[in-house]
T-cell receptor
Framework: KAGVTQTPRYLIKTRGQQVTLSCSPI?????VSWYQQTPGQGLQFLFE???????NKGNFPGRFSGRQFSNSRSEMNVSTLELGDSALYLC????????????FGQGTRLTVV | GIQVEQSPPDLILQEGANSTLRCNFS?????LQWFHQNPWGQLINLFY???GTKQNGRLSATTVATERYSLLYISSSQTTDSGVYFC???????????FGTGTKLQVIP
């Protein structure tokens, strides 16, 4: 069974640009959540989607958004990039049932210059 | 929101030594996971352990939910055990994982 797949693995963007990251969950998993990891803030929850609906959102500005498609694949978008958005972005998928085990992808490392 | 603290923050071990990593959480949780983050950033699932004790090879974990802590034991450590270990809890509704601060482990030959 394939794991959680995130693309691209690495990305370099310029301040002010926007970026879209993609996450394909494990087959059969319908919950997808996103996390940001930085050296200073650790791992922080961004948002979670289930059946194309955002069910939960972390404390991030509106520049961070996401969506989920009918096949459970998810994308997150960051607009008007800032240097502080440089981070490892991790996606996790879980089964339909709440509070079940989360499985993470390899992450997308975003560098904003 | 819930707070998750791990100790120690850093740990250096000689190969072959044993260690115990601790995770304390501030409120009741629905579930708890332990992860190992490899040098490339991927979080590898170690244990899904809301309560009780589980073992997997040289690793074992115990969660005492009523006392709000979990322990990860690493026995006969190897250099490949190096990396950062995270405790993560699921609380409230939905799949919102709150991560601990992490323990950075270095195993030296």
């Amino acid at each position: 069974k394939a794991g959680v797949t995130q693309t691209p693995r690495y990305l370099i963007k310029t301040r002010g640009q926007q970026v879209t990251l993609s996450c394909s969950p494990i087959s059969g998993h319908r919950s997808v959540s996103w996390y940001q990891q930085t050296p200073g803030q650790g791992l922080q929850f961004l948002f979670e989607y289930f059946s194309e609906t955002q069910r939960n959102k972390g404390n991030f500005p509106g520049r961070f958004s996401g969506r989920q498609f009918s096949n459970s694949r998810s994308e997150m978008n960051v607009s008007t990039l800032e240097l502080g958005d440089s981070a490892l972005y991790l996606c996790a998928s879980s089964l339909v049932k709440e509070n079940t085990e989360a499985f993470f992808g390899q992450g997308t490392r975003l560098t904003v210059v | 929101g819930i707070q998750v603290e791990q100790s120690p923050p850093d740990l250096i071990l000689q190969e072959g030594a044993n260690s115990t990593l601790r995770c304390n959480f501030s409120d009741s949780v629905n579930n708890l996971q332990w992860f190992h983050q490899n040098p490339w950033g991927q979080l590898i699932n170690l244990f899904y352990i809301p309560s009780g004790t589980k073992q997997n090879g040289r690793l074992s974990a115990t969660t005492v939910a009523t006392e709000r802590y979990s322990l990860l034991y690493i026995s006969s450590s190897q250099t490949t055990d190096s990396g950062v270990y995270f405790c993560a809890v699921l609380s409230g509704g939905y799949q919102k994982v709150t991560f601990g601060t992490g323990t950075k482990l270095q195993v030296i030959p």
